[in-house]
T-cell receptor, first 113, second 112 residues
Framework: DVKVTQSSRYLVKRTGEKVFLECVQD?????MFWYRQDPGLGLRLIYF???????EKGDIPEGYSVSREKKERFSLILESASTNQTSMYLC????????????FGSGTQLSVL | GENVEQHPSTLSVQEGDSAVIKCTYS??????FPWYKQELGKRPQLIID?????GEKKDQRIAVTLNKTAKHFSLHITETQPEDSAVYFC???????????FGAGTRLFVKA
């Protein structure tokens, strides 16, 4: 069974802090994604990566960056957290060279005060 | 840009009734349409998907239909049960692309 693990379930940070969200998958998937989930807006893609050290912007990349140094790990970085980044963050992975079904992590609820 | 519209945003049905959720996509190159179910406090999980070379797919009480001409696809749940209560997301993606575009979600309540 595919496992996508996010390091924290809940995080509380202060405005201006640098925040790291970590995601690890154990199925050797090529593709990894970071989504943000807000009520009434669905899931919006922040960044994705289709290979180690490769990254591509999604639909809402402003204020975020990512790192993929190893195939199994994909990190989301908030360089200077702001209150409008309070949200649920979902990591996902998928196999193959193109888009297939996504396997999601349990999510990190981030509150920026 | 690419988008997926989903309706209704909230749906309340009596146990045993059917539920239908509808989505419209904008990118005519989209060819893969998954549906995800997210129970309260849990991760989204795929429940059914359909590719553009078929018009309908069924899995027990769940079915999905696709109308490529109209760029519509729908989720049908028959004989609903309380455990079907969740948020359902439709999505669309295309071959050669890595983005999955999600609808805004439908919160389904099944009343016992």
């Amino acid at each position: 069974d595919v496992k996508v693990t996010q390091s924290s379930r809940y995080l509380v940070k202060r405005t201006g802090e640098k925040v790291f969200l970590e995601c690890v998958q154990d199925m050797d998937h090529e593709n990894m994604f970071w989504y943000r989930q807000d009520p009434g807006l669905g899931l919006r893609l922040i960044y994705f990566s289709y290979d180690v050290k490769m990254k591509e912007k999604g639909d809402i990349p402003e204020g975020y960056s990512v790192s993929r140094e190893k195939k199994e790990r994909f990190s989301l970085i908030l360089e200077s957290a702001s209150t409008n980044q309070t949200s649920m963050y979902l990591c996902a992975s998928s196999p193959g060279a193109t888009n297939e079904k996504l396997f999601f992590g349990s999510g990190t609820q981030l509150s920026v005060l | 840009g690419e988008n997926v519209e989903q309706h209704p945003s909230t749906l309340s049905v009596q146990e045993g009734d059917s539920a239908v959720i509808k989505c419209t996509y904008s990118d005519s190159a989209s060819n893969y349409f998954p549906w995800y179910k997210q129970e309260l406090g849990k991760r989204p999980q795929l429940i059914i998907d359909i590719r553009s070379n078929v018009g309908e797919k069924k899995d027990q009480r769940i079915a999905v239909t696709l109308n490529k001409t109209a760029k519509h696809f729908s989720l049908h749940i028959t004989e609903t049960q309380p455990e079907d209560s969740a948020v359902y997301f439709c999505a669309a993606s295309k071959t050669g692309g890595f983005k999955t575009i999600f609808g805004a979600g439908t919160r389904l309540f099944v009343k016992a």
